[in-house]
């Protein structure tokens, strides 16, 4: 049987990247502190997570949990859920980073109804500070 240093050389990076301490603190991104203005004079304010696919915790209005969330490539998604009705979306913020004003420019959809839908649909302007 033929030899193939090849192998053994592609064994040798597999073997090296398996034992390799998991995800290092340098790759993932400082933890950041994202706000947004939202309604009158309100404001979403909230810590990414510290690991990738983490999820944040919000302070709104109503019980409410994040469902989904992406802070990365210059794209912010927030997605919250309330509480006691899972089916019922509470917040969505959709934002894309504005390199010229530092800030992730976007919609904001707040469901800020008790028993009633009451949706706001809005611009929203997150700002980051790290």
Known sequence: MPSYPLRSTIGAALAAFAFAPAASHATLPQRATISCPHGQDQMLTFRAPAKFGGLPKIDFDYPSKVTRFSFRDGNLLLVAMDESD????????SAQLNKARGSYDGQ???????????????????????
Not at 86 to 93: G, L, P, T
Not at 117 to 130: G, S, Y
């Open 108 to 130: 904001i959809v707040i469901d800020y109804g008790g028993n009633e839908l009451q949706l706001d649909n809005a611009p929203v302007h997150c700002t980051v500070r790290r």
């Open 86 to 93: 899972a089916s019922r979306v509470r917040i969505m913020i």
